[in-house]
């Protein structure tokens, strides 16, 4: 079992810069993906960015350039640092977990944190 506590969301403007923390706790894998899922009102939940306990990236290629992610392991916390926000960045940003197993998959969510880009 995993709980994700989330923070960093808020009020930008165009051009401007926030910085997403999600730490999990309890973790059981010591080997796990995590990372950034984010929503826009009227649209599917997309992926942004994830992490490997190994350190493998991969972006969203609308945030490639601009987003960064990394993670501490020791405090199973990940950080997306989000740089020259637009307002298509503007969605409901939630934490992912997964860990797995041989046969099973195990993935938890946080409950979201909003991200609001205005011109």
């Known amino acids: 079992q995993v709980q994700l506590v989330e923070s960093g969301g808020g009020l930008v403007q165009a051009g401007g810069s926030l910085r997403l923390s999600c730490a999990a706790s309890?973790?059981?894998?010591?080997?796990?993906?995590m990372g950034w899922y984010r929503q826009a009102p009227g649209k599917q939940r997309e992926l942004v960015s994830t992490?490997?306990?190994?350190?493998?990236?991969n972006y969203a290629d609308s945030v490639k350039g601009r987003f960064t992610i990394s993670r501490d392991n020791a405090k199973n916390t990940v950080y997306l640092q989000m740089n020259g926000l637009k307002p298509e960045d503007t969605a409901v940003y939630y934490c992912?977990?997964?860990?797995?197993?041989?046969?099973?998959?195990?993935?938890?969510w946080g409950q979201g944190t909003q991200v609001t880009v205005s011109s």
């Open positions: 992912n977990y997964i860990g797995t197993t041989l046969s099973t998959r195990y993935e938890y």
């Open positions: 309890r973790s059981r894998f010591s080997s796990n993906t």
């Open positions: 992490i490997t306990t190994g350190g493998t990236t």
